[in-house]
């Protein structure tokens, strides 16, 4: 008995995308729970994972584009598994053959089960002893991402360069940039703030939230409120263009740019207005790990009204953000540098990041992105205004 592997639905919207890449080799065996293969849309990257267990037949070959639906393999659920050679004598005890469930635990965590001991009868490994391991330290088992080879520079045949198939989420990237830039009036107008007051509330109270709440405060969170907060002074940036009409938004789900290897990606914090700093902290986490495990679901990147987005991360000293349609604008954070700044009539040195907003003119007006800014500098400056809600 043969069990299909068919291309999962992943929206109403997506109708087609490309088979990424094959996590498991042609004739492997496979146990249910395994992650098979990656199926790339224009939108998003989605792990498909083996229903049963048994041998692999694949029937599509990677970078091949494919419909949902559509029959990529096949898993032969009559195959038994392998049995492993034993050695004579073994340098340390192996763990007993895996249950399915702390199978799916290694394999997430990346974790080499053989360095590790098992509690259970007969030194099997019970999911306790994998939980219990300290990632940091334990030994690790090369992931697929690591045994891909980066494009090579230089060809070995001597070429001085290659090419390769730009996956659909890069074309829909590129796509949606040259659009925006063609369809939206879009200017850009900065400001800096003094990061001082926030730093230091960060310092103070970093311990005590840590451990109430299980995970470090970050700067991310204090703009994403400063971000409501200035929507809320200045609407015209919470609105869109849609044919002839203004609509204007009354609620405040914030898009996030989270960069990965594939591209950016932009999750949606949904309510920020309703969300505490914690809460804020907790889902940016949650959409980073995501991410990087390509698990982003398209209702996780619909429905945005404004964007932010963190060059500083890299090291961007100043940029123009380009918007992401069919929002009106986009926050550019960049690096905090320590620079010399006058106040009250003393030179100080204080820790500045320059602040730039996009937007588009057909829908806001300078005077209103401006003001727009100035009310996320003062709100950052002045952490206080949360407490007080004025």
Not at 175 to 189: G, K, N
Not at 251 to 265: P, Q, R
Not at 285 to 314: C, H, M, Q, W
Request: charged share 25%; hydrophobic share 40%.
């Amino acid at each position: 008995m043969a069990t299909e592997i068919k291309v999962p639905s992943v929206g109403e919207s997506i109708t087609q995308g490309v088979l990424g890449s094959w996590r498991k080799k042609n004739g492997d065996y496979v146990t249910e729970g395994d992650a098979l293969l990656e199926f790339e849309t224009d939108k998003v990257t989605s792990e498909v994972c083996a229903e049963v267990s048994g041998t692999l037949k694949q029937l599509v070959a990677e970078g091949s584009e494919v419909k949902i639906g559509q029959v990529i393999g096949l898993i032969d659920e009559s195959a038994k598994a392998p049995t492993a050679p034993v050695a004579a004598k073994p340098a340390s005890p192996a763990p007993a053959t895996l249950s399915p469930a702390v199978r799916k635990i290694v394999e997430e965590k990346g974790i080499d089960p053989a360095g590790l001991s098992g509690s259970g009868k007969g030194g099997r490994l019970l999911k306790e002893d994998v939980l219990s391991q300290n990632p940091a330290t334990a030994k690790r088992i090369p992931s697929v991402v690591d045994q891909q080879p980066e494009p090579a520079l230089i060809s070995s045949d001597g070429e001085r360069s290659t090419r390769r198939k730009m996956t659909p989420l890069r074309k829909k990237i590129a796509d949606r940039l040259v659009s925006a830039q063609h369809e939206a009036a879009m200017l850009t107008t900065f400001n800096e703030a003094d990061l001082t007051n926030v730093m230091a509330l960060r310092s103070r109270y970093q311990e005590r939230f840590q451990q109430k709440h299980g995970i470090k405060i970050g700067f991310m969170s204090f703009f994403v409120k400063a971000a409501v907060y200035a929507l809320q002074q200045v609407p015209a940036l919470n609105a869109r263009i849609d044919g002839e009409e203004i609509v204007q938004n009354h609620f405040y789900d914030i898009g996030i740019a989270i960069s990965t290897e594939k591209g950016l990606l932009v999750p949606v914090l949904r309510g920020a207005d309703q969300l505490s700093l914690a809460g804020i902290e907790g889902a940016i986490i949650d959409y980073s790990k995501k991410a990087r495990d390509g698990k982003i679901t398209l209702p996780d990147l619909e429905g945005g009204v404004f964007t932010i987005t963190n060059g500083g991360i890299f090291g961007s000293l100043l940029s123009t953000p380009i918007i992401n349609p069919p929002q009106c604008g986009i926050l550019g954070m960049h690096s905090i540098q320590e620079r010399p700044v006058a106040i009250n009539g003393q030179v100080v040195i204080r820790p500045m990041m320059y602040l730039a907003v996009s937007y588009d003119h057909r829908l806001v007006d300078g005077k209103q992105a401006v003001t727009f800014l100035v009310r996320v500098k003062e709100y950052i400056e002045n952490p206080a205004l949360a407490l007080l809600e004025i």
